[in-house]
């Protein structure tokens, strides 16, 4: 049979590697780097190679699913869309719009017609009860750029490849291969620091990002804005340097007074983290090209508002905001932050109002994933009665997923647009099937904005998907035909009706040939601009240089706010709050490289060897514990508890212990054949869903008190909260 070889992207992670996909037929038979891609330069992980097993996968959903009293039954598109509109519209119609939610998960962004289609959807259900990925993650320093630079997607990114230190808080990248830091290969460019300069890892574990670095230092979890603190006022103590952006800054006499209010003794008492490395820390910050990167897990936690803002606001002080070697703003060619005929209007909204039972604040239009359960099981107006999951599985992915999974039944529909039956699909009445990557055209709208080099690529589909039949279709469609039945079901009048169809026969390709034409590299560059045509040309990708200090150009501000007043407020929580009780064992995640959080675990290639679903427990506290290597402990929190394998390990913080989320595929009904023969445990049985970050309202997915208890004798049994589940 012909065999062809097409250039592709991978969409598992952020990185974006280019990668040439080998066809027989309709079959994949080959993925490997493409070494034409100016960006990652033929860089691969094991993930990609995965590719090819989600797009044959027997397990993966083809057809339409309804749920019937036996189980699932296939059912044909206008059936399924048909009814699934007509009790939204009842639903919405009786209790009002909020009665219906949406939580729209991480692939989401990962996907040229998701990001393009899926808001027109959710603007048309018009609901307020929108919950996403966002706030299991990155709210914090989306909420800061909102705050600070004037929209929520002007997040900086560290200028990797020109930095002589860097300072890296609570991320992983050689491991998750970075994230709001686009850069493929991450692992080489990280060396190439080490080698140059300093790169400082502060986390609780010693991770495999912080084996590669000059310096690593344990931080006590949940405490990262402490440490900010200290860095803020050793760095204002020297005077600030602003450079350019030199009477372009507001807060600063706020910040001094913000800085005034913590001694470093604290400072080092909350953290773990001694003065003199505090101050050293500041000092190389100082460096003329110095980063201070802060992800996951400094944001998903107690502290994670303040310290989104403190990250920010650190950089900018010591002068290394907007400016080559630090951190530094994208020009996207097609811009997430302007789409055609946006405004520049800044977005700098934030609890503009509150979630109905918990008061949590919104942002950007969402409110708080840790309240999606409470606003499902209480009663009154307002209740959640109906739930689209979009390319999300929040059973496994949410703080206390077993409540979630328990609130999920009371609900009147469950709508699942997904590629599998996952753990929070099996409870849906429908599940629409999306296709899979290798069946889309991508752009990266979402990581070309946050890539550490400005670059655009596009790809045509490898396995290019019509859409219109029986099978899978695009989640462009799916959200565009559902958004059209709504109106319909509405009586919405023919304007309206007319204008949200016109993005239907624009498509994807046609959005982005606007986006292009329109964006910073589009027309403005008289014929050498950038257009689809152009992108199609190239397909391995188009380098267009290095990241240049635009801030002051980006920002719809007039002013950048280096404290603004809603951020600066959630202070006061953070200095008033209990100090740190020590004999507290504190839980923290964990990724591994093959894993993309709950869903790559059907892919056989991918899960050979030993489990990866262990608590990680230092040496002290596995003796104080009589918790022996290979044995099993049962590790309980307020909400639940789990009984996994242990590992011992100085690796990790004395008084921290650590679990890798996206585990527990034991449950029954799940379309995963292969995931639930290595089930684990979801370490989100454990977080919990009444702690959130008091500023932003962000899952506290790290810092969770525990107590872990050694098991006697042989393995038991395993069960969670009364389900077997143990490693099959
Ligand atoms: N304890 C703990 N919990 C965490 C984290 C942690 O560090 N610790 N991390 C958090 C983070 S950062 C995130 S982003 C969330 C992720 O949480 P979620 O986004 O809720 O979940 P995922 O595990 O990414 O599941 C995504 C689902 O989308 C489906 N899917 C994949 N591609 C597509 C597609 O193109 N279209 C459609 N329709 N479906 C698709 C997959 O089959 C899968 O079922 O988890 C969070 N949860
Ligand atoms: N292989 C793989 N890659 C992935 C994913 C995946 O599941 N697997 N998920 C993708 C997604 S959705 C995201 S958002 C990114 C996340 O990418 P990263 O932000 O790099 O996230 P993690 O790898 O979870 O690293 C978080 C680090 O924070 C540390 N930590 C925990 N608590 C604290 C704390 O209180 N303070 C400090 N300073 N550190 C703390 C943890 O030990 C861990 O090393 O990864 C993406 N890439
Ligand atoms: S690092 Fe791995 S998962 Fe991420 S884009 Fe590259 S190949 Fe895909
Ligand atoms: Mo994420």
Same mark, same amino acid.
């Given at each position: ?86 009790? !939204? ?60 630079? #004037? ?87 020297? #005077?600030?340097?602003?450079?350019? $952006? ?30 003199? !490395? ?69 977005? !700098? ?61 009371? $609900? ?5 647009? @997904? ?49 219109? #039949?029986?099978?899978?279709?695009? @989640? ?96 006061? @929580?953070?200095?008033? #709050? ?14 591994? $490289? ?54 011992? !390990? ?79």
């Amino acid at each position: 049979m012909e065999q062809r070889r097409v250039a592709a992207a991978c969409t598992l992670c952020e990185a974006i590697c280019g990668i040439r996909v080998d066809i027989e037929g309709q079959q994949v038979v080959g993925i490997r780097g493409d070494p034409d891609d100016p960006f990652s330069k033929g860089h691969i992980c094991p993930k990609a190679t995965a590719l090819g097993d989600i797009q044959h996968d027997p397990d993966r959903v083809r057809r339409p699913l309804r749920r019937t009293s036996t189980g699932f039954e296939e059912v044909s598109w206008s059936e399924a869309l048909g009814d699934i509109v007509a009790r !939204t519209h009842a639903l919405q119609s009786e209790h009002g719009r909020d009665s219906v939610a949406a939580y729209v998960g991480n692939p989401a962004v990962h996907n040229l017609g998701s990001m393009l289609y899926v808001p027109d959807f959710l603007r048309t259900l018009g609901s307020r009860n929108t919950y996403s990925a966002t706030s299991l993650d990155q709210l914090p320093h989306m909420l800061a750029a909102a705050q600070m630079f #004037g929209h929520p997607l002007l997040m900086p990114v560290p200028d990797v490849d020109r930095c002589d230190v860097m300072v890296i808080l609570g991320g992983n990248p050689v491991v998750s291969n970075g994230s709001i830091m686009t850069a493929p290969g991450i692992r080489g460019r990280l060396d190439a620091i080490a080698a140059r300069g300093r790169l400082v890892v502060v986390d609780p574990r010693r991770t495999e990002t912080a084996a590669r670095a000059t310096e690593h230092h344990f931080i006590r979890p949940g405490t990262d804005a402490w440490l900010l603190l200290g860095l803020l006022q050793v760095l204002l103590d020297d #005077g600030p340097d602003w450079g350019p $952006l030199a009477g372009h800054v507001d807060g600063v006499e706020v910040l001094h007074q913000v800085a005034g209010r913590v001694r470093l003794a604290d400072v080092s008492a909350h953290t773990g983290i001694d003065e003199d !490395t505090v101050r050293s820390l500041a000092a190389a910050l100082r460096s003329e090209r110095a980063v201070l990167y802060g992800r996951l897990g400094a944001c998903a936690q107690r502290s994670g508002g303040v310290s989104g803002w403190l990250l920010y606001a650190v950089n900018a002080v010591a002068g290394n905001l907007d400016r080559p070697g630090g951190l530094m703003f994208t020009q996207p060619a097609v811009d997430p932050v302007y789409p055609p005929g946006a405004s520049r209007k800044p977005r !700098t909204g934030f609890a503009r109002w509150r979630s109905r039972v918990r008061g949590l604040p919104e942002f950007s239009g969402e409110l708080p994933t840790s309240t999606l359960s409470d606003e499902i099981e209480t009663p009154g107006e307002g209740q959640v009665r109906g739930l689209f999951v979009w390319s999300g599985n929040p059973v496994l992915s949410a703080p206390n997923g077993t409540r979630l999974e328990r609130a999920l039944e009371q $609900l009147e529909l469950l709508v699942s647009v @997904d590629l599998y039956v996952n753990e929070t699909a099996r409870r849906a009445d429908y599940v629409l099937p999306a296709v899979p990557p290798l069946g889309r055209d991508h752009y990266d709208v979402a990581f070309h904005a946050l890539a550490v080099r400005n670059t655009a690529k596009f790809v045509a589909a490898p396995l290019p998907t019509p859409g219109d #039949g029986d099978e899978e279709r695009h @989640d462009w469609r799916i959200a565009q035909e559902l958004m059209e039945r709504l109106l319909r079901a509405r009586g919405a009048g023919v304007r309206q009706r007319l204008s949200r169809a016109s993005k239907r026969w624009l498509g994807p390709r046609g959005q982005l040939r606007l986006g292009l034409r329109l964006g910073p590299w589009g027309h403005w560059h008289g014929l050498s601009g950038i257009t689809l045509g152009a992108l199609r040309s190239q397909p391995s990708g188009v380098d267009l240089g290095p990241l240049q200090p635009c801030v002051l150009e980006r920002s719809p501000l007039q002013r950048l706010q280096l404290a603004p007043p809603q951020l600066v407020a959630g202070l006061d @929580d953070l200095l008033g #709050g209990p100090a740190a009780d020590a004999s507290q064992l504190l839980l923290i995640g964990r990724r591994d $490289l093959r894993s993309a959080n709950s869903w790559l675990h059907n892919a056989p290639r991918l899960m050979k060897g030993k489990s990866r679903c262990t608590l990680l427990v230092h040496p002290d506290d596995a003796a104080a514990r009589g918790l022996q290597a290979a044995g099993e402990a049962v590790v309980r929190s307020r909400v639940g508890e789990v009984q996994v394998p242990v590992e011992i !390990t100085d690796a990790i913080m004395p008084g921290v212990v650590s679990l890798p989320h996206g585990w527990g595929h034991h449950r029954s009904g799940v379309s995963w054949t292969t995931a639930a023969k290595h089930a684990g445990h979801s370490v989100n049985d454990l977080t919990d869903d009444a702690e959130v970050d008091p500023l932003s309202g962000n899952a506290v997915l790290n810092g969770v008190p525990v107590e872990v208890q050694a098991i006697a004798g042989p393995r038991s049994m395993a069960t969670i909260n009364g389900v077997d589940c143990r490693d099959q």
